[in-house]
């Protein structure tokens, strides 16, 4: 009979902390959402910088985009009073290069030139094609854009201006539109639901995160932080390079407004190859972050929630309803307020978002090579392959 109890006792404090568990991951759910929306704010608050020195950008070219005259057309016609452009590629898609002369022949007052990279400075192929036009760019002020995303009309000027006394680097954080099909559904509730506004809590609290989509620092502040050594040997370039800047007192924000990426139609193998390179890097560049992941999703929450429901004498399925609302609504609520759009879909693609934490994060564990725009990359200390 004491050992029934014991039991029984053990039962109900297991139930109850699992209970308890769950309604703080919602309490924490909401908080993080909060944060990301006060990010503007906070960044209006800041310390700015009038001054608009010209800037080199630098786009870095993996393959065709399907929208890159949008993209490349977002660079283009920005306001601002002097800027020059730097194609960057490593040469083996004359197609793709050709195509983007003819769209920069449709701006003839900017600077273009095209810059291919002739060596590998390490095993990051985004950053082996940049390497020479960081030295070759005319300007101190640098911006590294992706191809596949657009800037908002002024965005120039906001970068420049958040770059005040003691930032390093200043981002635009990414935000998914256009999906077709439901594996792009999961991955815009990755990259909206999950990464950005994950991001700009981060930034909300002071910490310094980068974000590669769009990242403005000065060439000078990135010598001094270890120059192309700090980044070249990591998938999570802008990670290391953030924490380089923040190793010499240099803050990385973001601007209030955010960068458009059409997702288009993508497959269920493309976004978990996408998200497993996503968790290697923060299990190499942020490892805090990459161990308490999967305990604060909505899969876990909604877990504990069936588990705990006997603490409250409510049936497990309206346990987990009722959690499982309470997570997916604020997100819609908050990605509403900061005007991203979300599929109809959103909800579902929610639930297997957070379904994949886990099989991602105990893969990451052992992965050693990831894929990047269909080719498998060696980790840093692993054999390289030797067909890229």
Request: proline letters at 5%; hydrophobic letters at 50%.
């Amino acid at each position: 009979m004491a050992a029934w109890a014991r039991y029984m006792h053990l039962t109900t404090i297991i139930v109850t902390a699992c209970a308890a568990w769950s309604i703080w991951l919602i309490l924490y759910h909401i908080g993080r959402l909060v944060l990301a929306l006060l990010q503007p704010v906070r960044q209006r608050l800041s310390r700015r910088s009038a001054a608009q020195p010209p800037i080199s950008i630098l786009i870095p070219i993996q393959r065709l985009e399907a929208d890159l005259t949008t993209t490349l057309g977002s660079v283009y016609n920005q306001d601002y009073p002097e800027f020059e452009v730097l194609i960057c590629s490593n040469g083996k898609s004359a197609g793709t290069m050709a195509a983007i002369e003819r769209i920069a022949r449709a701006y003839p007052q900017v600077p273009t030139r095209f810059v291919t990279a002739t060596e590998q400075s390490g095993i990051n192929p985004k950053v082996n094609n940049l390497a020479p036009a960081i030295e070759l760019a005319s300007h101190d002020l640098l911006l590294i854009k992706d191809s596949n995303v657009q800037l908002a009309p002024g965005e120039l000027a906001s970068l420049a201006g958040a770059m005040a006394p003691g930032v390093g680097m200043a981002c635009v954080i990414p935000v998914a539109i256009d999906p077709i099909g439901f594996a792009a559904d999961i991955e815009q509730a990755f990259m909206s639901g999950h990464a950005a506004t994950n991001v700009l809590a981060g930034a909300t609290l002071g910490a310094n995160i980068g974000y590669g989509k769009v990242m403005m620092f000065r060439r000078r502040d990135f010598r001094d932080a270890g120059g192309l050594k700090v980044i070249s040997d990591t998938f999570g370039d802008d990670h290391a390079l953030a924490k380089a800047f923040a190793r010499n007192g240099l803050k990385t924000v973001y601007t209030t407004s955010e960068a458009w990426q059409s997702l288009n139609r993508k497959t269920f193998r493309e976004i978990w190859n996408r998200q497993l390179r996503w968790m290697v890097i923060r299990r190499d560049e942020a490892g805090i972050v990459f161990f308490a992941e999967p305990f604060f999703g909505g899969a876990v929450a909604i877990t504990m929630a069936a588990i705990g429901a006997a603490a409250i004498s409510i049936p497990w399925w309206l346990a987990a309803a009722l959690v499982a609302a309470a997570w997916i609504l604020p997100e819609m609520l908050a990605l509403a307020l900061r005007g991203w759009p979300m599929a109809w879909r959103y909800p579902l693609a929610m639930l297997c978002r957070d379904a994949m934490t886990w099989p991602l994060w105990i893969s990451a564990w052992g992965t050693k090579r990831v894929q990047w725009d269909g080719h498998a990359h060696a980790l840093a200390g692993t054999v390289r392959p030797q067909d890229e």
